[in-house]
């Protein structure tokens, strides 16, 4: 329950970002400021990964694929959103990101791993991931700390290029912190 109440805040704190009123897959209502339909976006699916390195601090990078859909007058494209959200004891309280028409995915990819084995060492400290997965008939949490098989590492790699990338377009210096860029 703890990880559920957890992903909450950071749910909706993404969602405010993107003028959403929650973050969910099929089909979200846009309303006015008169609370009128005003449009409908599509969403296939949401991934969320929440990063804790010891002795550095904690975030997170999401990435949400929307799908494309009409409503009305409005064409709604394919597109990518990804960003990272950083975190303090208050909670959730800076964000950065980015819109991107190329739908191409290595990230979704890399997703192919052993649900049973990451790491078998003793894990004292180093990283750990709080992982939540959104899509259609999907909604899962998992923890994983220090993954090191085959699998794990090249979706570990895959999501530090993404917030690699991200951190240094955000030109934020605890973002860049995070994701050990000088």
């Known amino acids: 329950m703890k990880d559920y109440h957890y992903f909450q805040k950071i749910e909706n704190a993404i969602a405010s970002h993107l003028n959403l009123t929650e973050l969910k897959t099929g089909i979200q209502i846009i ?8 449009n409908e976006i599509a969403i296939e699916y949401i991934w969320i990964v929440e990063m804790s390195l010891s002795f550095v601090g904690w975030g997170s990078i999401f990435q949400i694929k929307f799908k494309e859909n009409k ?6 494209e394919d597109k990518l959103v990804q960003g990272i959200l950083l975190f303090n004891n208050d909670g ?5 990101f980015t819109e ?16 049973f084995e990451a790491n078998n060492s003793i ?7 709080r992982i939540r997965i959104i899509s259609k008939n999907i909604d899962s949490f998992l923890n994983v700390n220090n993954p090191s098989t085959e699998e794990w590492k090249k979706w570990e790699t895959e999501i530090w290029k993404l917030g690699q990338k991200l951190a240094g377009q955000s030109n934020n210096t605890n973002m860049k912190n995070l994701f050990a860029l000088s």
């Open 31 to 38: 309303r006015n400021e008169k609370g009128w339909r005003e």
């Open 71 to 76: 409503f009305r007058q409005y064409s709604n």
């Open 92 to 96: 959730p309280h800076e964000i950065y």
């Open 100 to 115: 991107d028409l190329n739908t191409s995915n290595e990230i979704i990819k890399s997703f192919n791993f052993n649900l």
């Open 123 to 129: 894990t004292l400290d180093g990283v750990k991931y």
